[in-house]
């Protein structure tokens, strides 16, 4: 989720505006002191969030006395924290936080998600572990963060009564960023309305929007003009050529270094055999490597479209469609609008919408 950009500083800012939020201030207050000779300095890390335009991580070294240190910081939005503990200039663990927030249903963050937040860390008395154990209040982020993080087994999705209930907090905001594809426009346009007028000047915000008004002239036929896609051999493909008479265009995102993506191939032959009369496949490809897309297909033995932007243009389908993720799913119509209201992760999503769709036709 987050792209690193490695600066040894005190403290640094970004030199682009973030509004009010960035003017505020946060601040650590720990107390160790029951392993006060375990440590006499730490490193605390502060990584942003690439996605919202924060590339900066800091990574400050403080003196702890009696085994206790404060740290005063401020951050555009949030960013991701970590702490290690030296002893004579060498690293001798790092700390696992317990946030009071979620202690009944989680256990230790290796990092947290810190906003501009007065945070207390204290020490927990427990049997020996590989990381100093702790007690951290005042977070007001980092729950949210972790409870709609998709990239955790079991995750909480976005809604817009929960957005009613936090219009302020930040880790909310960029959830919905993180779980777009589950979301309708029309749903991520509700959702964003709802959030408070400080937030609305965010860099979050303004890339969600971005998104949204991107997604938005898609589903206005966008899919059809901007269809103009290669295959492995240079030949060129527009949408009319690709939904060769059929009701359906499926678009499948993937990547040739995709596992999932490569192991999903057996069903969409199968689902390519079943429904080749209304459906036509098309997989349009993230690589950016050439030769290994160009091998893949070959490898694979698909026998409907497989295009891309390459060689010319690496970044092109990712651009055109917001795609951040594979393997994902859009099924269009013959007018090119999408017929499913949301991307899916899911191919009997689709399969799904194709049968019921045949039986009220009926």
Same mark, same amino acid.
């Given at each position: 989720?987050?792209?690193?950009?490695?600066?040894?500083?005190?403290?640094?800012?970004?030199?682009?505006?973030?509004?009010?939020?960035?003017?505020?201030?946060?601040?650590?207050?720990?107390?160790?002191?029951?392993?006060?000779?375990?440590?006499?300095?730490?490193?605390?890390?502060?990584?942003?969030?690439?996605?919202?335009?924060?590339?900066?991580?800091?990574?400050?070294?403080?003196?702890?006395?009696?085994?206790?240190?404060?740290?005063?910081?401020?951050?555009?939005?949030?960013?991701?924290?970590?702490?290690?503990?030296?002893?004579?200039?060498?690293?001798?663990?790092?700390?696992?936080?317990?946030?009071?927030?979620?202690?009944?249903?989680?256990?230790?963050?290796?990092?947290?998600?810190?906003?501009?937040?007065?945070?207390?860390?204290?020490?927990?008395?427990?049997?020996?572990?590989?990381?100093?154990?702790?007690?951290?209040?005042?977070?007001?982020?980092?729950?949210?963060?972790?409870?709609?993080?998709? /990239?955790? %087994?079991?995750?909480?999705?976005?809604?817009?009564?929960?957005?009613? =209930?936090?219009?302020?907090? *930040?880790? @909310? #905001?960029?959830?919905?960023?993180?779980?777009?594809?589950?979301?309708?426009? /029309?749903? %991520?346009?509700?959702?964003?309305?709802?959030?408070?007028?400080?937030? =609305?000047?965010?860099?979050? *915000?303004? @890339? #969600?929007?971005?998104?949204?008004?991107?997604?938005?002239?898609?589903?206005? /036929?966008?899919?059809?003009?901007?269809?103009?896609?290669?295959?492995?051999?240079?030949?060129?493909?527009?949408?009319?050529? @690709? #939904?060769?008479?059929?009701?359906?265009?499926?678009?499948?995102?993937?990547?040739?270094?995709?596992?999932?993506?490569?192991?999903?191939?057996?069903?969409?032959?199968?689902?390519?055999?079943?429904?080749?009369?209304?459906?036509?496949?098309?997989?349009?490809?993230?690589?950016?490597?050439?030769?290994?897309?160009?091998?893949?297909?070959?490898?694979?033995?698909?026998?409907?479209?497989?295009?891309?932007?390459?060689?010319?243009?690496?970044?092109?389908?990712?651009?055109?469609?917001?795609?951040?993720?594979?393997?994902?799913?859009?099924?269009?119509?013959?007018?090119?609008?999408?017929?499913?209201?949301?991307?899916?992760?899911?191919?009997?999503?689709?399969?799904?919408?194709?049968?019921?769709?045949?039986?009220?036709?009926?």
């Amino acid at each position: 989720m987050k792209t690193k950009t490695l600066l040894l500083l005190l403290i640094l800012f970004p030199i682009f505006s973030f509004k009010s939020y960035a003017q505020k201030q946060g601040k650590i207050t720990a107390d160790l002191s029951n392993i006060k000779n375990s440590f006499d300095h730490v490193i605390i890390k502060m990584e942003g969030f690439a996605e919202f335009g924060d590339t900066i991580t800091t990574i400050d070294t403080i003196q702890a006395k009696g085994g206790k240190f404060e740290y005063r910081f401020s951050v555009p939005e949030t960013r991701m924290t970590s702490f290690e503990l030296l002893k004579n200039n060498e690293i001798v663990t790092d700390i696992g936080i317990k946030d009071a927030m979620t202690s009944k249903e989680c256990g230790f963050f290796s990092e947290i998600c810190v906003g501009n937040e007065d945070i207390k860390i204290s020490y927990i008395n427990s049997e020996k572990a590989p990381f100093v154990k702790a007690y951290c209040e005042g977070l007001k982020e980092n729950k949210w963060y972790y409870w709609f993080d998709p /990239t955790g %087994i079991d995750y909480d999705r976005v809604t817009k009564e929960f957005v009613k =209930k936090h219009p302020n907090r *930040y880790a @909310v #905001l960029q959830a919905i960023y993180f779980q777009k594809e589950l979301f309708s426009t /029309t749903e %991520i346009s509700d959702m964003l309305n709802l959030f408070s007028d400080e937030l =609305k000047q965010s860099a979050t *915000y303004g @890339v #969600l929007k971005k998104y949204l008004n991107k997604m938005i002239a898609l589903e206005k /036929t966008e899919y059809a003009k901007s269809f103009k896609w290669q295959d492995i051999n240079g030949v060129s493909y527009d949408f009319k050529t @690709v #939904l060769a008479g059929k009701k359906y265009v499926l678009l499948v995102f993937w990547s040739s270094t995709c596992e999932t993506c490569r192991y999903q191939i057996k069903a969409l032959k199968k689902f390519q055999e079943q429904y080749i009369d209304q459906v036509s496949v098309v997989n349009l490809s993230i690589d950016s490597d050439f030769q290994k897309w160009k091998e893949a297909v070959e490898e694979e033995k698909m026998t409907w479209y497989n295009l891309s932007g390459l060689p010319n243009n690496k970044e092109a389908i990712k651009e055109v469609y917001s795609i951040s993720e594979v393997p994902q799913f859009i099924l269009l119509d013959s007018e090119s609008k999408s017929a499913i209201k949301n991307i899916t992760y899911e191919l009997f999503e689709i399969e799904n919408f194709i049968k019921l769709s045949k039986r009220i036709a009926k």
